[in-house]
């Protein structure tokens, strides 16, 4: 089976950096993705990361360890419309993708 | 030029009804799927189908049935509402095996009353 653990919720202040770790445990993994989610909206996509490493992407941020089943989201710069909830998602073999549930962030001024 | 559209946005509907949602992607995508958010926004998969294969999470209950008269289409069909059904549900869509990530909906806040 598959697990995903990720924080229920953070706060962090505007301006700041924060970084939202997410820990799994599966078999057959293809990578992990990372998706933003706003209030009454739809997921929207982020980063994906097959390989270990850190990915960089404007303000955001996304590290995957495959050995210790870790990831991180890194948000720099943090914007009050940044608040939203974060979805950790294992890419696992052709099956569809498992979402944790989800981190949800408040920028506060 | 929507991705994906879901219609209605919103369905408020009696117990026992029998409703549909509509999904429709214009991504060339061969792969939809369906998922369930509930109140603790937790997304749960219930189906994906990429013309050859359906496949069903377990735990969704046989009320719920998926219809795909194409591959640019895959609609939910609801049987038998009950109270628990409430919750927003998700089309999504992706090219097989979804390496290149799923595109989602906007969505369908359903609430049984």
């Known amino acids: 089976g598959q697990n995903i653990d990720q924080p229920t919720e953070m706060t962090a202040t505007e301006g700041a950096i924060v970084q939202i770790n997410c820990t799994y445990q599966?078999?057959?993994?293809?990578?992990l993705f990372w998706y933003q989610q706003h209030a009454g909206e739809a997921p929207t996509f982020l980063s994906y990361?097959?390989?270990?490493g850190l990915e960089e992407k404007g303000r955001f941020s996304s590290f995957l360890s495959r050995s210790k089943g870790y990831s991180y989201l890194l948000l720099k710069e943090l914007q009050m419309k940044d608040s939203a909830s974060y979805l950790c998602?294992?890419?696992?073999?052709?099956?569809?993708?498992?979402f944790g549930k989800g981190t949800r962030l408040s920028v506060i001024a | 030029d929507t991705a994906v559209s879901q219609t209605p946005k919103y369905l408020v509907t009696q117990m026992g009804n029998d409703k549909s949602i509509k999904c429709e992607q214009n991504l060339g995508h061969d792969t939809m799927y369906w998922y369930k958010q509930d109140s603790k926004k937790f997304l749960k998969i219930m189906f994906s189908y990429n013309n050859k294969e359906l496949i069903i999470n377990e735990t969704v209950p046989n009320r719920f049935s998926p219809k795909s008269p194409d591959k640019a289409h895959l609609n939910l069909h609801i049987n038998s509402l009950e109270l628990g059904d409430s919750a927003v549900y998700f089309c999504a869509s992706s090219h097989l095996q979804g390496s290149y990530g799923y595109t989602f909906g906007s969505g369908t806040r359903l609430t049984v009353v």
């Open positions: 990361n097959v390989l270990d």
């Open positions: 998602a294992l890419h696992s073999g052709n099956t569809p993708l498992v």
């Open positions: 599966t078999s057959g993994f293809n990578g």
